[in-house]
Nanobody, 120 residues
Framework: QVQLVESGGGLVQAGGSLRLSCAASGSIRSIIRLDAMGWYRQAPGKQRELVAAITRGGSTNYADSVKDRFTISRDNGKNTVYLQMNSLKPEDTAVYYC???????????WGEGTLVTVSS
């Protein structure tokens, strides 16, 4: 089993920046089987959506709404994924969830979420 613990959320003014971190912990066997990791978000009354993802090899994928503003990175040695969020907008307000896929088919993990609030 793998536990994902997010940190770094909070309140920021529009145009500001935040950096989210997600640390994976658990059994070594499960940790080494982690493949893509990423961030999803869910705003009030909306569906959860993919924000950004990164493979173990470093390939990245971003939602169109955050391209050129957010950067995802990963430290495989620390089992940690980061999301640097710049030029934040009020519409970025949401609970941000860390997610990880396992190389074991059908297995994935979610963090409990961290709230990001962007004031106008």
């Amino acid at each position: 089993q793998v536990q994902l613990v997010e940190s770094g959320g909070g309140l920021v003014q529009a145009g500001g920046s935040l950096r989210l971190s997600c640390a994976a912990s658990g059994s070594i066997r499960s940790i080494i089987r982690l493949d893509a990791m990423g961030w999803y978000r869910q705003a009030p009354g909306k569906q959860r959506e993919l924000v950004a993802a990164i493979t173990r090899g470093g390939s990245t994928n971003y939602a169109d709404s955050v391209k050129d503003r957010f950067t995802i990175s990963r430290d495989n040695g620390k089992n940690t994924v980061y999301l640097q969020m710049n030029s934040l907008k009020p519409e970025d307000t949401a609970v941000y969830y860390c997610h990880a896929d396992s190389l074991v088919g059908g297995v994935d993990y979610w963090g409990e979420g961290t709230l990001v609030t962007v004031s106008s």
